[in-house]
């Protein structure tokens, strides 16, 4: 699929053959943990069987693999290599910003009341240094940036947002919100992880100052493998908090009498890293990139928006209520439902019994559809809701 223009239903089809839990479920728990694609497993099981076999006389091998990673990474998000750091999670890399600023007691960082714990503990345990943490509030899980932009002023050094907010689906218009908190002077963090894999992101021109993304969710890859990116020009801005051995320009000289932190991004990986599940993660990387994943291409998104909205169209006729915005310019492949009568956790019961996977998050039932999804999976939800009512 080079010419992701060419994107057929077949080829949708298609890429659901390398997605093995097709086989049994009808997969809607991608902003939860993904499922593995099939070159994700055989990739991480050649690994298994490397390390046990071979011990670490397969390590160079290993090394190249997560040094393709890192260069694979501006197919996916534009970003320059050397902006690029591996995490175990998303957690991580928000605590990179927030412990690595340079805060100082009056200084202000405004983020959302609804935002996932990960991306409010880190800003809120900074109050024990003086910093003032402003929780915008969301109607209804939309995200208002005027109101954002009012609780800026010219203390605020880091605006924290979700791409995509978790529970409620509403996605960011991410140039809009780059531009307009940089004009009040502030930085601005994004939690990338519910959006990353499906829709566009180019950091050559969207200027976003700092990113954290796990790769367990819609990028289809395993846990504990994640990225980091920090901007070239705030490299030196964030003091790393975790130094190791991997954190020093010559890192396999072992002798640190005179060392020099690395001069990227790297200096942030600090020490040895999930090597199966970050060479798992560039194979799932490679196939979505192949079907049309790349920082210009609105293929995937595309596709996810339009089953998104199947979904709703059929759950519609039964009656049930949204707890997703329904913002045609900011929906994702997150819906967010309830029906009147029946909890969410009946709901969901009745899918596992009837092979289809869902959560339950933020009062209702949140269904995440990915592009291998197909309306026989959607109707499977369907007729799912329909057997507990």
Request: charged share 20%; aromatic share 8%.
């Amino acid at each position: 699929m080079e010419d992701s223009r060419s994107i057929t239903e077949s080829d949708w089809q298609r890429l659901r053959t390398h997605l093995p839990v097709t086989r049994k479920w009808a997969y809607f728990d991608h902003a939860a943990v993904g499922p593995l694609t099939q070159a994700c497993c055989e990739a991480m099981q050649i690994w298994l069987d490397e390390a046990t076999q071979e011990g670490d006389t397969a390590w160079p091998i290993w090394h190249d693999q997560l040094r393709e990673l890192r260069s694979f990474m501006p197919k996916i998000i534009g970003a320059h290599e050397d902006e690029i750091a591996f995490v175990p999670n998303t957690t991580t890399g928000i605590n990179l910003v927030a412990e690595g600023f340079p805060w100082q007691p009056g200084d202000s960082v405004v983020t959302l009341e609804n935002e996932f714990p990960s991306n409010l503990l880190p800003w809120l345990q900074l109050r024990q240094q003086g910093v003032d943490v402003r929780l915008v509030p969301c109607d209804n899980g939309n995200v208002s940036m005027d109101q954002v932009i009012a609780a800026c002023d010219q203390t605020t050094r880091i605006v924290s947002l979700s791409w995509v907010g978790f529970a409620s689906g509403y996605r960011l218009d991410l140039q809009e919100a780059a531009e307009r908190i940089h004009q009040t002077g502030a930085l601005f963090f994004l939690d990338a992880i519910q959006g990353m894999g499906v829709f566009p992101l180019d950091l050559q021109t969207c200027p976003i100052d700092f990113l954290a993304a796990d790769g367990h969710k819609w990028m289809l890859g395993p846990e504990g493998a994640g990225i980091f990116f920090v901007r070239r020009e705030h490299l030196e801005t964030l003091r790393p908090r975790a130094v190791g051995w991997n954190s020093v320009d010559t890192p396999f000289q072992f002798d640190v009498s005179d060392f020099r932190i690395r001069p990227s991004a790297a200096r942030y990986e600090g020490g040895t890293m999930n090597q199966a599940g970050f060479i798992g993660l560039l194979a799932s990387l490679k196939l979505l990139h192949r079907f049309g994943l790349n920082p210009q291409s609105t293929i995937i998104g595309q596709r996810v928006t339009e089953l998104a909205n199947e979904l709703v169209e059929k759950l519609s006729i039964l009656g049930a209520e949204w707890l997703s915005p329904m913002v045609p310019d900011h929906s994702s492949g997150i819906v967010n439902f309830l029906i009147p009568g029946k909890s969410s956790a009946s709901i969901r019961k009745s899918c596992m019994e009837n092979g289809v996977v869902v959560s339950c998050r933020g009062g209702g039932v949140r269904a995440s559809v990915h592009c291998y999804n197909n309306s026989q999976d959607i109707d499977r939800l369907v007729d799912a809701v329909k057997a507990c009512l």
